[in-house]
């Protein structure tokens, strides 16, 4: 599954102005962001749709499907909910 392209990154517009204002998250490059020095989130273009993989805990990655308004909403406020500064 290849990282989300330009075309799919500007869909998500909302949701990645939203991730910006969130303290402890950086933004690398676009639609990659970082906690501290580790990778924390990025998003994936797949047939089945978009996707977010986002390190929530010590398992490593998990995927979310951020393909409505709701899904975006849902992921956000998971992320949100981290304490990552």
């Known amino acids: 599954m290849k990282h989300a392209g330009p075309h799919t990154l500007n869909q998500l517009s909302t949701l990645l102005a939203q991730l ?3 303290p ?3 933004e690398r490059r676009p639609g990659i962001f970082y906690c ?3 990778a924390y989130l990025h998003f994936h273009d797949d047939p ?3 996707f977010a993989d986002v390190k929530l ?3 490593g990655f998990e ?3 951020v ?3 709701e899904e975006q909403a849902e992921l ?3 992320v949100a909910r981290q304490r990552l500064a």
Request: hydrophobic share 40%.
């Open 20 to 22: 910006r204002q969130l």
């Open 24 to 26: 402890g998250l950086v």
């Open 36 to 38: 501290k020095s580790a």
């Open 48 to 50: 089945a749709g978009v």
């Open 57 to 59: 805990g010590s398992k």
């Open 63 to 65: 995927r979310f499907p």
């Open 67 to 69: 393909n409505t308004p």
């Open 76 to 78: 956000l406020a998971r």
